[in-house]
């Protein structure tokens, strides 16, 4: 379907690509991975036409409908959520409109002759329309729609009135409805709640039949989607044949194979060289000398590709708390707004937080867990009850929100200097260091950095301090697949108390062993890990 041969690609100094290939064939669908700024993005411009290869070649299928999602979903306004959805396939409406007028045209008189063209033009609409799936459009829109979150009450609800985080939501469903042969995510999941997660999943897999080439962190999405796995790395582009698991395996055994080769290759050189070294002055031995020297210049020099840097953050041993973290007793929260009736978020909360406990909220979205974690963080005042914090208790919150409270004119190196005031230089650029700013980046000023850097930034104040008991609102949003395994490796080695939300179902499954449900205000509770959540809540293990 398409096919990149030889491509090279250079921004600047900075060489993206050279002399690489691959493929995506009909039908298959292709997990894209590489570190930040390796070129992910450069290729989806470049098969989308908005970037030009400086060489090499990209062919692809005739008549080739192409559906692209990135992060930048432009304006939105003047029209509902729906006919935004529809829109994406404004040359089907235009063709149905056509269609419509040709069927006024037919009840009008005029000699066989026109009828005839007329009939015959109509015809071949109607086909094109059919294949294009012009009948089921807007029915396609509302299923699409629904999926991801947003119900019937909201398909004609202005678009403008929907936040950032809904409106990524929205140009998704707008991408998925024109039902193009290649479709290209760029980060599908970021916004979504774990059943749209799962929607979009099954949907990907039992009804999309077209090809897919997507970028996500998100492990147990990537597992479940994808049967290819296309990494972009050292100026090259290599293919394994599996999911996401399978090509962390298959990379592990094909780099500790390049390290054997490469071992043995300097062994031989360093062989070669040593020879030459010792017998170059010596007449006798020149013809050998020589026909070493042109051996070597023809030799092809094995080059171990450049490590990714990942997060490599160990917590220092927190201070005791005490076995009781937090007692809630009949907890509540209710808004109140200006213009609006007071919404009570949940209610008549009670429970325990030990010691100790690695505990995931659940619910869906809007349920309040968010809330929920701020006023057990104390960022808002419970309506009702208390929630109690036990002896020797030191909270850690970490929020999305934060990384907007960030001064935007400090530098990476001074934000985490005031977090941790008493701390050394040598402590602090450590602490940077550990999570990937290093030498000269640490100089960035905040305003500059990206939203993975950002939450860097947040984590590395956060975690960097002597807490117990860490609340985390969405750790892992912008953390690629990487850093969001040595960020899971460092939680469960975490000796003191964390209560998180996420909607990263595998980061849940490998870290928590309790779960708090919340669901129409109500909190249930549940002793075990997320897995064991799954099998025992009601309506909802088709989640596993």
Not at 44 to 52: A, D, Q, S
Not at 90 to 102: C, P, T
Not at 202 to 223: E, I, K, Q, R, Y
Request: proline share 3%; aromatic share 8%; with cysteine.
């Amino acid at each position: 379907m398409i096919h990149l041969t030889k491509i090279s690609k250079q921004h600047g100094a900075r060489i993206l690509f050279k002399d690489a290939s691959f493929q995506v064939p009909a039908g298959t669908k292709t997990g894209l991975v590489g570190a930040n700024g390796s070129g992910k993005t450069t290729l989806f411009n470049l098969i989308t036409g908005k970037e030009v290869v400086d060489s090499g070649e990209i062919a692809s299928s005739k008549k080739i409908k192409i559906g692209y999602f990135s992060q930048d979903v432009g304006e939105m306004a003047g029209c509902s959520a729906l006919a935004e959805v529809m829109s994406g396939a404004a040359d089907v409406m235009a063709l149905g409109d056509e269609m419509k007028e040709m069927e006024i045209l037919m009840a009008e008189p005029m000699d066989g002759t026109a009828m005839d063209a007329l009939l015959e033009k109509y015809g071949e609409a109607v086909e094109v329309f059919e294949n294009r799936g012009g009948y089921d459009l807007e029915p396609r829109a509302q299923t699409i729609l629904t999926g991801l979150g947003i119900g019937p009450g909201d398909y004609n609800r202005p678009v403008e009135t929907f936040s950032g985080g809904w409106k990524m939501r929205i140009a998704l469903a707008k991408i998925l409805a024109i039902q193009p042969n290649l479709l290209l995510l760029d980060e599908p999941t970021n916004h979504l709640d774990v059943e749209s997660i799962v929607w979009l999943e099954n949907w990907l897999v039992s009804d999309f039949t077209g090809a897919l080439l997507m970028t996500c962190h998100d492990h147990d999405f990537m597992n479940r989607v994808v049967d290819r796995t296309i990494e972009v790395a050292n100026t090259t582009i290599t293919t394994y044949g599996g999911n996401y698991d399978f090509y962390v395996r298959e990379r592990e055994i094909r780099m500790a194979q390049l390290l054997a080769t490469h071992r043995r290759q300097q062994e031989m050189l360093a062989k070669e060289e040593n020879f030459i070294a010792r017998f170059k002055a010596r007449v006798s031995h020149a013809a050998q000398v020589q026909s070493r020297i042109k051996k070597l210049e023809k030799i092809e020099r094995i080059e171990l590709p450049e490590q990714q840097r990942t997060i490599n953050f160990e917590f220092s041993e927190p201070p005791r708390s005490g076995d009781d973290v937090v007692v809630m007793e009949s907890l509540e929260k209710t808004w109140n707004g200006q213009d609006t009736e007071p919404q009570t978020v949940f209610s008549n909360i009670s429970g325990l937080i030990n010691r100790q406990d690695k505990i995931a909220v659940v619910g869906v979205n809007g349920a309040g867990k968010s809330t929920f974690l701020k006023v057990l963080a104390g960022r808002t005042p419970a309506t009702c009850g208390s929630a109690r914090v036990g002896a020797n208790v030191n909270i850690g919150y970490f929020s999305q929100h934060a990384m907007d409270i960030l001064e935007s004119g400090k530098t990476v190196l001074e934000t985490v200097q005031a977090a941790l005031p008493q701390a050394g230089l040598g402590v602090i650029r450590n602490l940077c260091g550990a999570f990937l700013f290093s030498g000269d980046d640490v100089e960035k000023r905040i305003q500059h950095l990206s939203g993975g850097e950002k939450s860097r930034v947040v984590l590395a104040t956060l975690l960097g301090r002597p807490l117990n008991f860490l609340i985390l609102d969405e750790p892992t949003n912008h953390l690629d697949i990487q850093s969001r395994q040595f960020l899971l490796q460092a939680l469960k080695s975490f000796t003191g108390t964390l209560i998180l939300v996420s909607h990263d179902r595998y980061f849940l499954r490998c870290l928590v062993d309790r779960v708090f449900e919340i669901d129409q205000g109500k909190m249930t509770a549940y002793s075990g890990g997320y897995d064991y959540y799954l099998s025992k809540a009601a309506g909802i293990h088709n989640l596993v």
